[in-house]
């Protein structure tokens, strides 16, 4: 049996849990685009990144990513044998230990017909015997790493010098090592000494190990008196450091989560067994083959996919793409557990099975539409290119059965694969070298079954789409085509939009700016209904979302950001949460529609603010919620339709709702949400300082949690961190995005507004139902015996105590003050409690 090298750590910290080393079996390349194979493990999730070859030799990499030709530069630390001219690497085989459980897969050019799969990382890598009887090792924290010379007894800790190369300057103190390039920093720090004795337990010592210069340039480690007849440890790194919302209510979790330093998160959906996935883009991992500055090198971005389980356990991740930029930019799952991605890329050597092709037609280095599809575990099945010879990018799809429904705009009709289906509507061309929007219906197969323009005589951009429970779709675009012609057919000679009117449809009339645009087609694919959307002022370009309620046909919601919401069309709704700001401005409107009529609508920020990225999701409960970004402060009411110039709403639900109540002049996430009858109950920034943008949102209704992604600046290591908390101690937990740009991840639970399930259960099965309530709230159980009551506060007092024989009764609450309350039941059976809340 191979010989084991784990041993505790000094200071208790345990692995990460976040990041890991990732074992390279071929699907690392260097600078020059060749493989990597020096490199046996590495760690691309910090913004230096570290790699592990043969003989000790540790790597940083740090790159300054822009559009242009950066510079890579690495630094190396290798442990050395030696004086002076006559030094040479030690000798050692690398051992990984401590499997992080998270297998990786990599659909690249580089990765061959069918892919490098199931890679596996760790959280321990050890290099034994260095030198005689002393191990080097390196391990995961939730700060980084920390580095690790184990001296086994008869080892002498005089014998470690290590040679560092590639930095532009480097100072030594006795309490850390120093290193600089032109944009990079590197410390070793934190050191600390311990004994393990052979019960494997950790003693610390009172001294602290020294770093010194030796005469050759080596570092030197300097030690004080210890029993040589356990092992002494010299740890370098800094103990973990975690730090967590102090007052949570219904966010269950909320994570950095940094595969890179620049991390673009663009979706999360959900599947029916509650696994999340989460997707985006980001820098690849590239090796520099040399140290120290001025290595020619062009940054390029993967598509990944993060899947996680119910309990926010990392199970899976597969990167995808070419070797150039790849933009993952949204993704979904249907109930037979196929995940769709559709996205962009600059590559022409996109990934795709053994016995699989596929045509890359962009011309002049433009940019073209992908796709694939991947199994529920993220192990690929089918990829392909989509598009003309000219730019095209998908930016959203939606599932319909097997199939996926997607969205884009391009700007050829060269080599551009139409399809047209008898009764499907039908737009056979665009308006040449100006983006015109698509639509497409793909096989599991990723076939092309049907595909039309949808586009005017101008610039049509950016279309979102949602299918409801009935299959209708219903896509909205910006539009800057102010010609349209009246009918629900295509137009395909005068390019121009269909104005398709329907009985009781909202109809806006033509456009006189750059405004968005709206479709319904029924399951078949034929209009049934279109109009215009916005004022005399311009609307986003960048700006759309729609989402549909998935139990009642014809119901969904519109947003999007309008630049003066003075002259934005409205509503003639008078019920619930109505702003409307005085100003000019870039705020959210945020439109309902049932049965094609326009019945209610707010707007959404401030009159001294902007807003930007509004995202949607509905939930099960006839709840609309609307994520966005915005630099406005936060101090007015909920139920205030007259904020002050600079304030958004903010309202916590009587005390149940995570609430944050501060923002960053950057930008902070928002989260807000509406019940059915439109009020207004719950509103909070996410985010605690520096940029916050949410990109993606959706509601998982297994277990009724909200989830949304996106990117953030904030960082636990300056004074703004994004709020974090962990659901559990498997669950993905990253406290830090070590100082790059970083995603998140949060979710919150949902309760339903018309019935709450009990928060403790021996036996009554309770059911409390409305919540909230003004009045009477019944409570329900299926247990037939006789039962007492208390209903108490949240001080703990009891309120009022009463008995109900049979399976429910109620509860008047309307004499108490708003807030919530606890009824506790009792009866042979058992003891069971429910939360209410006095509205």
Not at 194 to 208: F, I, K, M, P, R
Not at 510 to 520: A, E
């Amino acid at each position: 049996m191979a010989q084991s090298y784990i041993i505790p750590d000094g200071l208790g910290d345990d692995p990460a849990g976040w990041f890991h080393f990732r074992q390279n079996d071929g699907q690392l390349l260097d600078h020059q685009a060749n493989t990597a194979g020096d490199v046996k493990y590495y760690c691309s999730q910090m913004p230096s990144e570290v790699y592990l070859q043969e003989n000790g030799l540790i790597s940083w990499a740090g790159l300054v990513v822009a559009d242009s030709t950066d510079t890579l530069f690495r630094i190396d630390m290798q442990p050395m044998i030696g004086y002076d001219e006559e030094r040479y690497p030690v000798s050692s085989t690398i051992v990984a230990e401590e499997d992080a459980d998270l297998p990786a897969n990599y659909y690249l050019p580089q990765c061959g017909g069918y892919g490098i799969e199931d890679v596996p990382a760790y959280d321990r890598i050890t290099w034994p015997d260095i030198y005689s009887r002393i191990h080097q090792q390196i391990y995961t924290c939730n700060d980084g790493y920390k580095i690790y010379y184990i001296i086994e007894p008869g080892g002498d800790p005089s014998d470690i010098r290590i040679e560092f190369t590639g930095q532009d300057a480097m100072t030594v103190s006795t309490s850390k090592v120093e290193f600089y390039t032109s944009n990079m920093y590197l410390a070793l720090e934190g050191a600390v000494a311990y004994e393990v004795d052979g019960s494997n337990n950790a003693t610390l010592l009172t001294w602290v190990p020294t770093f010194s210069q030796n005469t050759d340039g080596t570092v030197s480690i300097g030690t004080d008196t210890y029993n040589s007849s356990n092992t002494l440890v010299v740890q370098l790194g800094k103990a973990a450091s975690r730090s967590a919302v102090a007052d949570p209510r219904n966010m269950e979790h909320s994570t950095y989560v940094a595969g890179t330093s620049q991390d673009h998160p663009t979706a999360v959906f959900t599947a029916e067994n509650g696994d999340v996935y989460y997707a985006g883009y980001g820098r690849s991992a590239t090796f520099p083959g040399f140290t120290g500055p001025n290595i020619g090198f062009k940054a390029s971005n993967d598509g990944f996919i993060l899947q996680f389980n119910s309990n926010i356990k990392a199970l899976q991740m597969t990167f995808f793409g070419s070797s150039d930029n790849d933009e993952i930019s949204c993704g979904e799952i249907t109930s037979y557990g196929e995940v769709y991605i559709g996205g962009t890329t600059w590559g022409t050597d996109l990934y795709h099975l053994a016995g699989q092709s596929s045509t890359n037609h962009s011309t002049f280095n433009s940019s073209t539409g992908m796709i694939a599809r991947f199994d529920n575990n993220l192990k690929i099945a089918y990829s392909k290119y989509f598009g003309g010879s000219l730019l095209t990018q998908i930016t959203d799809l939606a599932v319909s059965g097997h199939d996926a429904i997607v969205v884009g705009h391009s700007s050829s009709d060269q080599n551009f694969p139409r399809q047209t289906v008898s009764g499907y509507y039908d737009q056979g061309s665009n308006t040449s070298m100006i983006n015109d929007a698509f639509v497409a219906k793909i096989t599991n197969t990723l076939s092309v079954s049907y595909c039309s323009w949808l586009g005017g005589a101008n610039t049509e951009e950016n279309p979102r789409i949602d299918v409801d429970n009935s299959g209708n779709s219903y896509i909205t675009m910006f539009t800057n085509s102010s010609a349209s012609h009246t009918g629900c057919s295509g137009n395909t000679s005068g390019h121009t939009l269909p104005l398709c009117s329907a009985s009781g449809a909202y109809n806006q009339g033509v456009s006189t700016n750059g405004d968005h645009f709206l479709m319904m087609f029924n399951s078949g694919f034929s209009l049934q209904w279109s109009t215009y959307i916005g004022g005399t002022s311009i609307e986003d370009q960048y700006s759309l979302d729609i989402v549909c309620d998935k139990t009642t046909t014809g119901k969904f919601y519109l947003t999007g950001i309008t630049s003066d919401a003075t002259v934005f069309p409205t509503s003639s709704a008078t019920a619930g949460y109505i702003w409307t700001p005085g100003t000019a401005n870039n705020v959210v409107y945020l439109m309902r529609f049932n049965n094609k009529s326009y019945d209610w609508h707010t707007f959404l920020g401030c009159a001294a603010g902007n807003a930007f990225n509004p995202r949607l999701t509905y939930t099960d409960n006839e709840e609309v919620v609307i994520a966005y970004n915005t630099n406005c402060g936060g101090a007015t009411a909920c139920g205030s339709t007259t904020p002050s110039s600079g304030a958004v709403p903010l309202c916590d639900n009587f005390g149940t709702k995570y609430h944050d109540g501060t923002n960053a002049s950057v930008g902070d996430a928002m989260l807000t949400a509406f019940r059915s009858n439109n009020e207004l109950f719950w509103s909070t920034f996410l985010g605690e300082g520096n940029l916050n943008m949410p990109t993606g949102l959706t509601f998982e209704s297994t277990e009724n949690k909200l989830y949304i992604v996106g990117g953030t600046t904030g960082n636990i290591v300056f004074s703004n961190q994004f709020p974090t908390h962990q659901l559990g101690s498997n669950s993905y937990f990253q406290t830090s995005n070590l100082g790059g740009k970083s995603g998140f991840l949060s979710r919150f639970s949902v309760e339903y507004a018309n019935s709450v399930e009990e928060i403790s259960d021996n036996g009554l099965k309770l059911k409390a139902y409305p919540v909230p309530s003004t009045q009477l709230v019944t409570i329900e159980s299926p247990i037939g015996d006789s039962k007492t009551y208390q209903l108490i506060d949240i001080s703990g007092k009891i309120i009022t105590k009463g008995i109900f024989d049979g399976f429910k009764d109620n509860v008047d609450l309307s004499d108490l003050p708003r807030g919530q309350y606890i009824i506790q039941v009792n009866s042979t059976t058992g003891s069971s409690s429910i939360s209410v809340i006095r509205e």
